[in-house]
């Protein structure tokens, strides 16, 4: 079933002519930006949100710089600390009671996929090492986490660049976290992007050149992908990148896919996955973005440039400067959407 489901998808992509017009994207100028990141070329690559709840407007955000190590930024772009660390691509956090823990694929080793795992001080705004850890053989490229909800438990997914997705849950509650295996799961083809529903415990991830997929998240539940977007050259664009969530209610909101291949961002309606629209960055005092690796969203008030949320952007080509990160009002997407 999950051959023919592939065949299905990769037929669709392959059916798709060159000069296949995308969909209509309206562009939505960028209200802040990030200081670019130090290393040259193809280096900034994804981000993460931590939403201060006392203090919306000093909320703070991640960023990786996969050739040097990692970086945070206040909510005018400012870089305000830089931990350095040999090939980190994606990131994610958590917050468990309190404490933030930060935990970023590990790529420094080609041979066996690590993560790495950090707890971010909320009032200096830096992260501190907890360390590397092996998840299994392979490349790590892609990284998300999910807490589940009857018993707080914390997982993490490990995209492989092969395809293969590792399930690791993460023990922090000693003085040494514990990084251990539990389940893995497969693709036919390189994968990135991901995100879990923690409402629903549902992971989704982004085959690059076929289209999303969904698994169940709980390492109980079968590894069996279902499909539930394509590549189409029209409203989702190879390679499809990064992943974020804009839930709504129980089970509503919207799945927002990176569609790289046409500097665009492309919106499905949850828990249906019917297209919503797209949208590009653009067009404003700030530059736009193009060939975006990561993304994340993060809903919620974080002070008057952002009053319903926050969609953060890696930029591909941020030139004369180096990459970097684009900072976007959610409630402009909404407007221009009609969401």
């Known amino acids: 079933m999950r051959a023919a489901l592939l065949t299905l998808l990769l037929a669709g992509c392959a059916s798709v002519p060159a000069t296949t017009p995308t969909a209509d994207a309206p562009v939505i100028a960028a209200s802040a930006e990030t200081d670019p990141v130090d290393s040259m070329a193809d280096a900034a690559d994804d981000p993460a949100i931590w939403r201060n709840a006392a203090n919306p407007a000093a909320s703070l955000v991640i960023g990786t710089d996969k050739q040097a190590g990692i970086h945070v930024y206040d909510l005018k772009g400012k870089r305000l600390s830089f931990t350095p660390a040999a090939r980190l691509n994606n990131v994610d956090l958590r917050d468990m009671g309190g404490r933030v823990i930060v935990a ?10 690590h993560v790495a795992l950090f707890t971010l001080d909320t009032v200096a705004r830096r992260l501190v090492p907890m360390g590397r850890y092996p998840v299994g053989a392979g490349e790590a490229y892609g990284m998300c986490l999910w807490t589940r909800a009857r018993d707080k438990a914390l997982f993490g997914f490990v995209v492989l660049k092969d395809g293969r997705i590792d399930q690791v849950r993460i023990d922090v509650s000693g003085t040494t976290p514990r990084v251990e295996t539990v389940r893995s799961m497969k693709l036919g083809t390189q994968a ?60 509503g909101g919207y799945l927002v896919a990176s569609s790289q291949g046409d500097n665009a961002y492309t919106l499905y309606r949850l828990p249906d996955m019917t297209y919503a629209g797209r949208f590009r960055i653009g067009g404003g005092q700030i530059d736009g973005t193009s060939e975006t690796d990561g993304i994340e969203l993060a ?28 900072y976007v009002s959610w409630a402009k997407v909404k407007a221009a959407l009609g969401l």
């Open 192 to 251: 990135e992007g991901c995100v879990v529903d923690d409402r629903t415990g549902t992971l989704y991830v982004a085959e690059e050149d076929v289209g999303l997929w969904r698994f169940a998240a709980d390492p109980a539940a079968p590894t069996t992908a279902t499909p539930i977007a394509r590549v189409d050259g029209r409203t989702l664009v190879a390679d499809a990148e990064g992943l974020a969530l804009a839930p709504r209610g129980a089970r």
């Open 299 to 326: 809903l919620g008030d974080f002070g008057p440039d952002y009053p319903e949320g926050l969609f953060v952007a890696q930029d591909g080509d941020n030139a004369p400067d180096t990459q970097n990160f684009k």
């Open 104 to 113: 970023a694929s590990d790529r420094a080793d080609k041979a066996t996929a």
